[in-house]
């Protein structure tokens, strides 16, 4: 007989399995534990009791060990799942690290940019050399730049660009000099310890020093501002292009129709998304904006990075994992660095440490030049350049609201005592060592920094222990530009009963063209060169300087006839117009 109460859906009925007897709705119980020895029934019969019996029983029993054993089952697979994913994370982890590690290419500057020292809280400033080389030695680079297949274009390379760049010890501020491809100054004795091409030392253009490796185009700008030099980091063609596109494009506007016929740059006026190739025409362009020259180069240059900066420091950049990801691999593909940046991890503390610093108070310059007096298409070191060398190596700051190791509120006679411009000062340069040459280098090294072009170079009467220079009647100030040029004490100062300016190098000064400094770059800047604070008015005149979050204007296109088509010169402008069938390198 059934038990409709005991029926579930089809089910047959619940039974006791040890009475054998089906149970009767209305069955009561006054007894705990029948007859047939199975558990206390209910005290009602019926559905409830039924239920109660199912759980009671074995067969009850066995539906109530499966959700344990399925939970169990269950923590089981949970468990092995998380092992499994702190496994897979961790290793992709290690493999994404290794990857980006993989493609880092680091080379040693063997202390060739001297060594920074502490402040009083034991913090030190980062001066970082930015090296865009033009080097074509791979087929993506030929492609890019053109002269694919030419002696020339496979045999060296020179640095395109070249920009310090100097983060202050307290990292509050920066500031980002240009330093162009066209300056004249001494090359010292170098050795590429991959290629082995050496040299002796010469005196020749900056970017040249970039054939005998990226330590000796540190070595050179060491030498020539004093500024100790900690990294570098090199671009070559491609990775200009690598890194455009993985910050998604950067965004410049030029101020006119512009076709750069050497570049192949070619924009309307107003403002662009450059990416890939096109990013690459435009840092490379020199006669589609300013004067044609270099110079103008630097200035676009700044936009453009100023630009990049912005862009790294926008959320949508940095807060997304994929973008920070595709940046890593683009930038560690495309950079060369010195051993000391030679890892993931470093390049992450450079790159916290660059982050830190607002970008108004980010400040890009460029040195003051002046025509060099042997070849107009060449430049040296204005005067005022020793002002802005002296900012950078001081740790000021030359954004207003910055806050360096030092006041910038000297006044000029605080800063070096030079009170006579350079190009007025004409200096005998006698060699009182035993190593030949060592005068031309020295007076080739003034001509450098814009002393007058009557400047000579001889022997010395007599050897001498020490470096001197003396000066004739009322030339105190004379000697004292001469001796600021070149990081000499005061106290090396004689004045002398003839009229003059004569320097007499010392064996105490046995290379290079700044004293206390060698020629290989291997010791600091000399500390009398930059033991005042500099005047930071004097040092950003008439270097272009403009910050990060304020260098949103148009590139100047050239008014002058910088280019040409089919022989005939014109402005970059007209030559946009001519070139009418020419599509443009952006929408």
Not at 79 to 87: E, G, N
Request: hydrophobic fraction near 35%; glycine fraction near 12%.
């Amino acid at each position: 007989m059934s038990d409709p109460w005991g029926e579930t859906r089809g089910r047959s009925a619940t039974r006791d399995r040890s009475a054998g007897v089906p149970r009767q709705r209305g069955e009561t119980s006054g007894r705990r534990g029948g007859t047939d020895g199975g558990p206390p029934q209910a005290p009602y019969g019926g559905r409830a009791a039924a239920r109660q019996a199912a759980r009671s029983r074995g067969r009850g029993a066995g539906r109530r060990a499966k959700p344990v054993a399925r939970r169990k089952r269950v923590a089981r697979i949970a468990l092995l799942t998380v092992s499994a994913l702190i496994l897979v994370t961790a290793g992709a982890g290690a493999w994404l690290y290794e990857h980006l590690n993989g493609n880092i290419n680091s080379v040693s500057l063997d202390g060739k940019g001297g060594s920074e020292k502490a402040d009083a809280f034991g913090r030190t400033p980062i001066n970082i050399l930015v090296i865009g080389s033009d080097g074509r030695n791979n087929a993506a680079d030929c492609k890019l730049g053109g002269g694919c297949g030419s002696a020339g274009s496979t045999v060296g390379h020179n640095a395109d660009v070249e920009m310090v760049v100097h983060v202050s010890a307290d990292r509050s501020n920066a500031t980002v000099m240009s330093v162009p491809r066209d300056t004249m100054t001494q090359v010292p004795a170098c050795k590429d310890p991959d290629s082995n091409q050496s040299t002796p030392g010469y005196y020749g253009q900056i970017n040249s020093a970039l054939q005998y490796g990226p330590a000796c185009q540190v070595a050179t700008v060491h030498q020539l501002t004093g500024i100790t030099i900690d990294h570098f980091v090199m671009l070559d063609f491609a990775g200009v292009v690598k890194m455009s596109d993985a910050v998604g494009g950067v965004s410049v506007c030029v101020s006119d129709n512009v076709y750069d016929t050497y570049s192949h740059l070619k924009l309307a006026k107003g403002t662009h998304t450059l990416k890939g190739d096109a990013a690459l025409e435009f840092v490379r362009s020199r006669h589609g904006f300013g004067d044609g020259s270099d110079l103008g180069r630097t200035v676009s240059q700044h936009l453009f990075l100023s630009a990049m900066i912005r862009k790294f420091k926008s959320a949508g950049t940095l807060g997304n994992p994929a973008k920070v990801y595709s940046l890593a691999d683009a930038a560690t593909k495309a950079l060369t660095v010195d051993d000391g940046l030679g890892s993931v991890t470093r390049l992450i503390d450079l790159a916290t440490d660059l982050n830190k610093v607002p970008s108004k108070r980010m400040t890009f310059t460029t040195m003051q030049t002046a025509a060099d007096p042997t070849n107009a298409n060449r430049v040296v070191p204005a005067a005022a350049a020793k002002q802005l060398f002296a900012t950078i190596a001081n740790d000021q700051s030359l954004s207003s609201s910055g806050s360096g190791k030092k006041k910038s509120s000297a006044s000029p006679s605080a800063s070096a005592a030079a009170t006579v411009p350079a190009s007025q000062v004409t200096v005998q340069v006698e060699n009182g060592t035993t190593t030949g040459g060592r005068a031309a280098v020295v007076a080739n090294g003034l001509v450098a920094k814009g002393f007058g072009s009557g400047t000579t170079s001889g022997n010395a009467p007599e050897q001498s222990a020490r470096t001197t220079v003396t000066y004739g009647p009322g030339q105190k100030a004379e000697a004292q530009t001469v001796a600021s040029a070149i990081g000499l004490p005061a106290s090396h100062l004689t004045q002398g009963s003839t009229s003059g300016v004569v320097l007499v190098i010392g064996s105490d000064w046995p290379s290079g063209t700044t004293y206390g400094s060698s020629g290989s770059g291997g010791s600091s800047a000399p500390a009398d060169t930059h033991a005042a604070p500099a005047d930071t008015h004097a040092a950003v005149a008439d270097a272009h300087a403009q910050t990060a979050d304020g260098a949103k204007g148009c590139a100047k296109v050239s008014p002058y006839k910088t280019v040409e088509i089919n022989g005939v010169p014109m402005t970059p402008s007209q030559a946009y117009a001519a070139a009418s069938g020419r599509k443009d390198s952006a929408p």
